[in-house]
């Protein structure tokens, strides 16, 4: 049998344990070489809308993710919090994924302990940023907010009233905020589309999966001022920040991985048609 | 983690972590007990965390914070929620259809905004007269106009898709193998994305017990 025929035909678990091998090889090579990543306008204009705030300027950074999503949009969770704090942009989080509330209370925290040894600046909850917790039902909470933060958030996670932090003082809707931003990897990335951009039309930004982003180009430039798509993306906005991470870090795991997918594909392609001729030929 | 290494309590936590991990990972050779045990798991503290978490960040603050306030319109929705539980009983499960025709009557409010968000919006964006002619942004632009009406043109069936018609379709049959590729991509990104976190942590796994035992 022909080489390309029976590389059509091998078993799908050998692609797997060859995929493992190679990408585990990448990721560990990750302090040996790198590769390079260019910016794109998406990510750069989000990077440049924030870098032109004033400090003091508030934003919502609402993190809809849960732990199955947090390889994808943990690096972009922190780029855009270490840029806020680098900036002096006061963050008002929240989260609207079920299973994200203590994960992203987690980020919150670390990336503040961060921030504080990176920047040498004292970030102090209450201050610069306050994490408001977990509400369900997006779409109702997105049109409250609109209205009214207190509405659905009387207090915040830890239980203190919204009144009492003073990041929330003269901040009672959208209006108050200089934009919104969403790190989302499930469905009320269309409900923040729709109940927070075409109802209150406040400047909005999503951080979105690999998966997720080619569904949201179209909204660039109507409904989101930028758009930030998976690992790539994260990459970008690290390198923007000059704080490469592990967006970057896994760049050449990512590139080797797509090599490795593409030479399968190419390989099956070849035993495709090969066999398919035999086939004729033996018509 | 402690001073000279880590404490014993995290080592076990980073270990059944990775446990799990490789049960998860046993079921790319075939299904098996060790992977269904990870996935029982999974849905079983999924479903008891979210439980804990809606009562205590939902339900108490608020609803249950508000009623003992003294806000007693917060009743009517406490009501109508209570009687979407009646769908349960054969009897009394026509309570249940008052609530749902006013969570479906609310959602009429989302009409106008879907239309103007994903009607309006995407057909000014489509044809952006704004953009300077001649630019590149112009000639993108085009692009965008012409693989919109082809890729419409290849899902009219109600015309045989043959002459102009069908090359029109053909075109607009690339343009749609070009949006699936990047989507194919994008996939393929976000799953490596997720493989090359579980290694990472396999890998904090393996140092941790590396200095645990040697020091």
Same mark, same amino acid.
């Given at each position: ?7 059509? #035909?091998? +078993? ?18 990750? =302090? ?19 870098? @032109?705030? +004033? ?34 942009? /006061?963050?008002? %989080? ?15 925290? =670390? ?14 909850? %209450? ?15 997105? $049109?409250?907010?609109?209205? #009214?933060? &207190? ?12 009144? +009492? ?26 409900? !923040? ?8 039309? *406040? ?17 660039? @430039? ?10 790539? %993306? ?34 099956? =392609? ?5 066999? &398919?001729?035999?086939? /004729?030929?033996?018509? | ?9 995290? $080592?076990? !936590? ?15 050779? /075939?299904? =098996? ?10 849905? %079983? ?10 009562? !205590? ?15 007693? !319109? ?18 009394? @499960? ?22 103007? #968000? #994903? ?27 012409? @693989? ?28 749609? *193998? ?38």
């Amino acid at each position: 049998m022909n080489i390309f025929v029976r590389m059509a #035909n091998l +078993d799908r678990r050998w692609i797997f344990v060859f995929l493992f091998l190679v990408v585990s090889l990448a990721y560990f090579l990750r =302090n040996v070489t790198s590769v390079p990543v260019n910016t794109t306008k998406e990510v750069e204009s989000i990077y440049n809308f924030i870098e @032109g705030l +004033d400090p003091g300027d508030k934003i919502l950074l609402a993190l809809d993710y849960d732990p199955s999503s947090l390889a994808e949009l943990h690096p972009m969770s922190r780029a855009i919090l270490l840029h806020c704090y680098r900036q002096d942009v /006061k963050v008002v %989080g929240m989260t609207l994924s079920q299973y994200g509330a203590g994960m992203v209370e987690e980020v919150f925290r =670390n990336v503040k302990s961060e921030a504080e040894r990176i920047y040498g600046k004292t970030v102090e909850y %209450g201050e610069e940023y306050c994490f408001l917790g977990y509400r369900p039902y997006p779409a109702f909470v997105i $049109l409250g907010m609109g209205e #009214n933060f &207190r509405i659905f958030f009387p207090r915040d996670y830890y239980d203190t009233p919204l009144d +009492d932090l003073p990041i929330m003082h003269r901040v009672r809707n959208y209006d108050d905020l200089e934009c919104v931003v969403v790190i989302e990897s499930g469905t009320a990335a269309d409900m !923040w589309l729709v109940y927070g951009s075409a109802r209150y039309n *406040m400047p909005l930004a999503f951080g979105v999966t690999g998966v997720m982003a080619p569904d949201y180009y179209p909204y660039l @430039g109507n409904a989101l001022f930028g758009l930030i798509g998976g690992w790539k %993306g994260a990459a970008e906005y690290e390198k923007l920040l000059e704080q490469e991470h592990d967006a970057n870090r896994g760049m050449l795991a990512q590139v080797v991985a797509h090599l490795v997918i593409v030479l399968f594909i190419v390989i099956g =392609n070849i035993g495709y048609f090969v066999s &398919r001729k035999k086939t /004729k030929i033996g018509d | 983690m402690m001073e000279n290494g880590p404490d014993l309590v995290t $080592l076990l !936590w980073t270990t059944l972590a990775a446990f799990l991990t490789l049960a998860t990972f046993s079921f790319l050779y /075939k299904d =098996n007990p060790l992977y269904k045990i990870a996935e029982h798991l999974v849905v %079983g503290v999924s479903a008891g965390y979210f439980m804990v978490l809606f009562l !205590w960040t939902s339900l108490k603050p608020v609803l249950i914070d508000r009623l003992i306030d003294g806000q007693y !319109w917060y009743y009517i929705p406490a009501v109508l929620g209570v009687m979407m539980w009646f769908r349960f009983s054969k009897k009394l @499960g026509w309570l249940s259809r008052y609530p749902i025709a006013f969570y479906v009557g609310t959602s009429g409010v989302a009409i106008p905004l879907y239309m103007y #968000n #994903n009607v309006n919006r995407q057909l000014s964006s489509t044809l952006d007269l704004t953009l300077g002619f001649g630019s590149l942004a112009h000639f993108w632009n085009i692009i965008i106009v012409i @693989g919109v009406l082809t890729g419409l043109v290849y899902f009219f069936f109600s015309k045989e898709h043959k002459g102009a018609f069908g090359g029109a379709a053909k075109i607009g049959i690339f343009i749609l *193998m070009i949006g699936f590729g990047a989507s194919f991509g994008y996939t393929v990104m976000a799953r490596i994305s997720l493989f090359v976190q579980r290694i990472a942590s396999l890998e904090e796994w393996g140092v941790m017990l590396y200095t645990y035992i040697f020091g």
